[in-house]
């Protein structure tokens, strides 16, 4: 079945640690691919997202993610985690369905 | 500015009782979704429509209806609430399949 998965399910870092989240898709065809964010008590909001070209994508607040397709992976990453990056990251992929087919959830926590 | 917006935020209701939740978008997208959000189970789709007259039914569709009678509105029912309903519930739109969602600020729901 087609489906999304998220790894880590609860990250803990320290300000300044680096950061990467997983994320495996199972589908062999074309892709959209997306990391939505949701910060505590607010909606998904777009972090990234990769249509095609470069497979390396930016996004806000330091947030990158690189395509990498014989891996079925779209990795989230950040070089410095700040405490206003403690969230949950969804990660979400268009595989050609109804609509989008979203992981689980990592929920990030930032200690000061 | 263009926006998508849920009411009620916050309800309570009985089991048995129906209940509707709004969604309204004013950015004139033709693609409209309904998720709902547990622990555990990141997104989930619920119903979802690519116009108007157009519904059609996700993942988890039982005892959930919606109707599309305008672009800007989705309406999602809940025939007879259940326990099981109780949960967060994210309404979505896109210019077109496979682009970016938008989503609301979601409605949290209490079913006693």
């Known amino acids: 079945a087609q489906s999304v998965s998220q790894h880590n399910h609860h990250v803990i870092l320290s300000e300044a640690a680096s950061l990467e989240l997983g994320c495996n898709y199972s589908?062999?065809?074309?892709?959209?691919l997306f990391w939505y964010v949701q910060y505590p008590g607010q909606h998904l909001q777009l972090l990234l997202k990769?249509?095609?070209?470069?497979?390396l994508v930016k996004g806000i607040k330091g947030f990158e993610a690189e395509f990498i397709k014989s891996k079925f992976s779209f990795n989230l990453r950040k070089p410095s985690v700040q405490w206003s990056d403690t969230a949950e990251y969804f990660c979400?992929?268009?595989?050609?369905?109804?609509?989008?087919?979203f992981g689980s959830g990592t929920r990030l926590q930032v200690q000061p | 500015d263009a926006e998508i917006t849920q009411s009620p935020r916050h309800k309570i209701t009985e089991t048995g009782r129906q209940v509707t939740l709004a969604c309204h978008q004013t950015?004139?997208?033709?693609?409209m979704f309904w998720y709902r959000q547990d622990l555990g189970h990141g997104l989930r789709l619920i119903h979802y429509s690519y116009g108007v007259q157009d519904t059609n039914k996700g993942e988890v569709s039982d005892g959930y209806s919606v109707s599309r009678s305008n672009t800007e509105d989705l309406p999602l029912t809940l025939e007879s609430a259940a326990s099981s309903q109780t949960s967060v519930y994210f309404c979505?739109?896109?210019?077109?399949?496979?682009?970016?969602?938008?989503f609301g600020p979601g409605t949290r729901l209490l079913v006693l």
């Open positions: 589908y062999g065809g074309t892709v959209n």
């Open positions: 950015w004139n997208h033709n693609n």
């Open positions: 979505a739109s896109s210019p077109d399949r496979g682009k970016t969602q938008y």
């Open positions: 990769y249509f095609s070209g470069d497979p």
């Open positions: 979400a992929v268009d595989m050609g369905r109804r609509a989008l087919t």
